[in-house]
């Protein structure tokens, strides 16, 4: 029925919801995907065998936050 939908639609934005939603607005990190490091393999030598090891990096986007401020679309 129309009237029960437009109950639980003013339920739903009351102010009794247990979780908020920021106002303000980001985007995921394009580089790191939120994660706030990137890929960095790099060669290693370990127990006399060589293989790749890789301990990541802090992302220079975004500075380890993981989003940017505002809307930013991918370039
Ligand atoms: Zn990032």
């Known amino acids: 029925m129309p009237d029960d939908e437009d ?3 003013e339920d739903f934005t009351g102010e009794d919801v247990e ?3 920021s ?3 980001h985007t995921v990190c394009h580089l790191c995907g939120g994660a706030g490091f990137i890929a960095n393999p790099v060669l290693a030598v370990i127990g006399g065998a060589p293989r790749t090891i890789d ?3 802090p ?3 975004c ?3 993981g989003h940017l401020p505002g809307l930013v679309p991918p370039a």
């Open 7 to 9: 109950e639980d639609f």
């Open 55 to 57: 301990n990541g990096r």
């Open 59 to 61: 992302c220079p986007a």
């Open 63 to 65: 500075d380890q936050v």
């Open 23 to 25: 106002e303000d607005l």
């Open 19 to 21: 979780f908020e939603v």
